[in-house]
């Protein structure tokens, strides 16, 4: 689909296509893992994360034939880098109706790097109830982790160094332009 | 930002930063485990030199929720009744290492010169016939959630307007988000110098409410404050409820979508009827519930990021 045009700085390591691929697989590994769709709940971490969210509840949709209710987790009240960085725009929280007490949640985030962003995100899950279970799926997996944290479900393993960049475009957030670049660094490090 | 002491302060940018904000923390509300652990280890202090319920409670609620530590002071019981100056008081506070002073004093303009004194963070919870702007972000919060967006809305604030913070800083904040403005009261309570004002700022005034209130979209009625007046602005309490109180009758004139707001406490039987605070239509209640989410915001724009830090 967008692939055609090569935009932007770095190198495209996952296309549009490749990215729906990915989440077919993930949606796959979700159900058999869980054994179908009983007790799932997928929260996204805004903003992308919540995107590939929804795109995955679809794609359970085809799969299965399960409406999985899908829901948007920010995490930014519960960063251990607040202090570190300018005042972040908080994004909105939705749990689907049923809550999260003993169900099944999936995380989905579009990059897994450090690792922080996943603890705060745990943090917020136990104030939010007691899932039975917490699985992450994340659509790359960059490496450098600071904390113990480790994705269930991953659509790309990517060995970056410390210093690239990996920038992650959906449609729904970056003017219908879609794929995953990996860049030499400018300024700024990458945006787990 | 580092500090709140007056609307005039905010880019609009920054106003609407602060609503969209406090949709998030109004989520937070309606939690079980109303915690989020973002301000731990701040210390705030409430320093109140003037009696109130909702600001003070509803701050002090919003520092909790946020795991900071809150601690309250009034001008009673505190070394300034021992004849201490304020400014040696507050740098008092200040050296103890608090983050933030979130201050309500009669005189205007006093939570700006202790911005000046100290090194942490000030919020004016309401400085004399000044300013409030706390109150006015959540008045806005309010009619944006029961109105959507604000530009070109149509808003009367009637009432006391001579004596009322609420009403510089819901001008300042309305106009910011592009609502249309008119003030309404009697001629005696109409602030001083008020026509260049108005032209400056783009606003209309009217002395007749009966002609205005077809045309809005929120009405906002101010408190009578009584406590501020030395008497004879109005001939009789009856006869300011008759003429510029929103009666049974004034209900009617209203279009149907048109909300009522005030942001309390509330004469009833004075500026408002009991048939218009209990109305369908009246936000007084999620003006109140929004205060704290509104002002959970406010900490987390003052507090939370880098650039606050000291």
Not at chain 1, 145 to 161: C, F, H, I, Q, W
Not at chain 2, 60 to 85: H, V, Y
Request: aromatic letters at 4%; glycine letters at 8%; one cysteine or more.
């Amino acid at each position: 689909m967008s692939s055609a045009h090569d935009a932007g700085p770095g190198r495209e390591v996952l296309t549009s296509d490749d990215i729906s691929r990915a989440l077919r697989r993930i949606a796959h590994e979700i159900l058999e893992g869980n054994r179908g769709a009983q007790d799932l709940v997928l929260l996204g971490i805004p903003t992308r994360g919540a995107h590939l969210a929804r795109r995955l509840g679809d794609a359970l949709r085809q799969v299965e034939d399960v409406e999985v209710p899908v829901g948007s987790l920010d995490v930014t009240m519960y960063r251990d880098d607040l202090r570190h960085q300018p005042t972040r725009a908080v994004e909105p929280t939705h749990i689907p109706p049923p809550g999260v007490d003993g169900k099944v949640v999936v995380l989905v985030d579009d990059v897994l790097y450090s690792g922080r962003t996943v603890r705060s995100a745990l943090d917020a899950l136990a104030d939010l109830g007691r899932p039975r279970a917490v699985r992450l799926a994340v659509l790359v997996d960059r490496g450098h982790r600071e904390l113990p944290v480790r994705a269930d479900y991953v659509g790309k393993n990517l060995p970056t160094s410390h210093s690239e960049r990996v920038m992650v475009r959906l449609a729904e957030s970056d003017d219908g332009d879609e794929g995953v670049r990996i860049a030499a660094p400018p300024a700024q490090e990458g945006t787990p | 930002m580092k500090h709140l002491l007056s609307i005039a302060d905010l880019s609009a940018q920054e106003i609407r930063a602060v609503l969209d904000t406090a949709v998030s923390m109004h989520e937070v509300q309606r939690r079980d485990v109303k915690k989020l652990p973002t301000l731990r280890g701040r210390t705030i202090i409430n320093f109140f030199f003037e009696d109130s319920t909702r600001t003070r409670s509803s701050f002090e609620i919003a520092g909790k929720w946020m795991s900071a530590d809150t601690i309250n002071l009034t001008g009673k019981g505190t070394a300034i009744s021992k004849g201490e100056s304020l400014r040696d008081t507050v740098l008092t506070i200040d050296a103890m290492g608090v983050d933030m002073i979130i201050v309500r004093h009669p005189a205007s303009g006093a939570p700006r010169q202790i911005a000046e004194w100290v090194d942490c963070s000030v919020v004016n919870a309401g400085d004399g016939t000044h300013e409030h702007p706390s109150q006015a972000l959540l008045d806005a919060y309010t009619l944006r959630a029961a109105l959507g967006d604000l530009a070109g809305r149509h808003v009367a604030i009637v009432g006391d307007l001579t004596h009322s913070r609420v009403l510089r800083s819901n001008l300042l904040c309305l106009r910011a988000l592009g609502a249309q403005i008119t003030l309404v009261a009697p001629p005696t309570l109409m602030p001083s110098g008020i026509d260049s004002w108005s032209t400056a700022d783009g606003f209309a005034t009217s002395y007749d409410l009966d002609a205005v209130l077809p045309t809005v979209d929120a009405v906002m009625m101010l408190r009578v404050q009584r406590e501020r007046m030395s008497g004879g602005y109005f001939p009789t309490a009856k006869e300011y409820a008759v003429t510029y109180g929103l009666t049974a009758r004034r209900l009617a004139l209203l279009p149907e979508h048109a909300v009522i707001a005030h942001p309390g406490p509330m004469n009833r039987g004075l500026e408002i009827s009991a048939e218009a605070a209990d109305a369908a239509r009246s936000i007084v209640l999620d003006q109140v519930s929004a205060g704290v989410a509104v002002r959970m915001s406010i900490l987390y724009h003052l507090l939370a990021g880098e650039g606050n830090d000291q």
